[in-house]
């Protein structure tokens, strides 16, 4: 059975940096074919993703994000980490990691229960 | 906005069949990337409906189906029912922005 279980601080304040931690089970992040992403949503509005992670320690970001993102995995923990710099109050949103597969484009077939990170002053 | 293009609202009776638009452009949907559909329900996390245009994951009903033809898909819900009011997301890979993903900008389903 997979699950995802996204862990971080639910208020940050302007400008300062957001560590977020996906802890996982069911799966090995060191499987061929096996990604963790994350996807954002704001309150009230559309889904947005952000960033991936292969198996194989591949990365990939939102072309508009990548400048502040990073994704890091570690594999003996189960466990990926996303940090995002200098934050605004516009990145305040439900943060959901998720197990991705593969097929000619990548799919999200368990999400965590996400977590609601508010960024304030 | 999203480079994959969804109706903002669509609704339909119990009992009736709506579907779903998602209309992309030659560097995604068009260029033979595989389409995903995802349905949220209020205050859950999205749950995949559909993966690779036309597969159902165990457990999700046959009056779900996807399709895909030129640059866009469709998600077809039949039977409807009141509790497949939700959003419902699409989501591919886009060659011109080198990520790993884009999704569309959600339908919201009312059931009237």
């Known amino acids: 059975q997979i699950t995802l279980k996204e862990s971080g601080p639910t208020l940050v304040k302007p400008t300062q940096t957001l560590t977020l931690t996906c802890t996982f089970s069911?799966?090995?992040?060191?499987?061929?074919?096996?990604?963790v992403g994350w996807i954002r949503q704001p309150p009230g509005k559309a889904l947005e993703w952000l960033a991936l992670i292969y198996w194989d320690d591949d990365k990939r970001y939102s072309p508009s994000l990548k400048s502040r993102l990073t994704i890091t995995k570690d594999t003996s923990k189960n466990q990926v980490v996303l940090t995002m710099t200098n934050m605004d109050p516009v990145d305040t949103a439900t943060y959901y990691c998720a197990h991705s597969l593969y097929s000619s484009s990548w799919y999200n077939d368990y999400w965590g229960q996400g977590t609601l990170v508010t960024v304030s002053s | 906005q999203s480079v994959l293009t969804q109706p903002p609202s669509v609704s339909g009776a119990p009992g009736q069949r709506v579907t779903i638009s998602c209309t992309g452009s030659?560097?995604?949907?068009?260029?033979?990337?595989?389409v995903h559909w995802y349905q949220q329900l209020p205050g859950t996390a999205p749950k995949l409906l559909i993966y690779g245009n036309s597969n159902r994951p165990s457990g999700v009903p046959d009056r779900f189906s996807g399709s895909k033809s030129g640059t866009s898909a469709s998600l077809a819900i039949t039977g409807l029912q009141a509790e497949d009011e939700a959003d419902y997301y699409c989501?591919?890979?886009?060659?011109?922005?080198?990520?790993?993903?884009?999704f569309g900008g959600g339908t919201k389903l009312t059931v009237l």
């Open positions: 069911g799966f090995s992040l060191s499987t061929s074919g096996v990604g």
């Open positions: 030659s560097s995604n949907i068009g260029a033979g990337y595989d």
């Open positions: 989501q591919s890979y886009d060659s011109s922005l080198s990520g790993g993903g884009v």
